[in-house]
T-cell receptor
Framework: RKEVEQDPGPFNVPEGATVAFNCTYS??????FFWYRQDCRKEPKLLMS???SGNEDGRFTAQLNRASQYISLLIRDSKLSDSATYLC????????????FGSGTKLNVKP | EPEVTQTPSHQVTQMGQEVILRCVPI?????FYWYRQILGQKVEFLVS????????KSEIFDDQFSVERPDGSNFTLKIRSTKLEDSAMYFC???????????????FGDGTRLSIL
């Protein structure tokens, strides 16, 4: 079983739409959770950390469900510039620091 | 804002040659990583480094790979006797503290594109 699983998409949505991605993780010892954004042929860039109580940053809302071992990302009022691949990353605190990456969910926002 | 820097941005090398990819992590970070991403595929973990030694490595990180922190600022990845399948983007990342200390995200450099001919 993969450590982190994501629907690869693509999600094709019109501008202004609301879109949600989920990510599941297998290791119950996971302690840190992040969403990164990756543009084509570029490095992953931190979008937001995910906290137990859920957190929001502008149009982006992240949620964590530890019981079901999944995290989610909601994007409201999608912009063309939101088109990218969204990576779910989970940190496990053994062997010092180990981060597991999902394969990413591709989002295409269309005019 | 401090950032991770990588050089070169693009490296073209003949198969069988050795390459060294360089990274300067963020200065107060303690944990360092190398990842690779073959075009169109997912980000793959290669190795993590802490306190001047490897803390973990993946099955990809075989004897042809090595890492070093030669001078307290640079963090290098050496690939000996490169193969065609080593062609990929190589990302360096660093993080400030241990995961157990709370949400400590990794910060990535903008990568080195390695092309093996």
């Amino acid at each position: 079983r993969k450590e982190v699983e994501q629907d690869p998409g693509p999600f094709n949505v019109p501008e202004g739409a609301t879109v949600a991605f989920n990510c599941t993780y297998s290791n119950s010892a996971s302690q840190s959770f992040f969403w990164y954004r990756q543009d084509c042929r570029k490095e992953p860039k931190l979008l937001m950390s995910v906290y137990s109580s859920g957190n929001e940053d502008g149009r982006f809302t992240a949620q964590l469900n530890r019981a079901s071992q999944y995290i989610s990302l909601l994007i409201r009022d999608s912009k063309l510039s939101d088109s990218a691949t969204y990576l779910c990353v989970v940190g496990v605190p053994y062997n010092f620091n180990k981060f597991y990456f999902g394969s990413g969910t591709k989002l295409n926002v269309k005019p | 804002e401090p950032e991770v820097t990588q050089t070169p941005s693009h490296q073209v090398t003949q198969m069988g040659q050795e390459v060294i990819l360089r990274c300067v992590p963020i200065s107060n970070h303690l944990y360092f990583y190398w990842y690779r991403q073959i075009l169109g595929q997912k980000v793959e973990f290669l190795v993590s480094f802490y306190n001047n030694e490897i803390s973990e490595k993946s099955e990809i990180f075989d004897d042809q790979f090595s890492v070093e922190r030669p001078d307290g600022s640079n963090f290098t990845l050496k690939i000996r006797s490169t193969k065609l399948e080593d062609s990929a983007m190589y990302f360096c990342a660093s993080s400030p503290r241990a995961i157990i200390d709370g949400n400590q995200p990794q910060h990535f450099g903008d990568g080195t594109r390695l092309s093996i001919l």
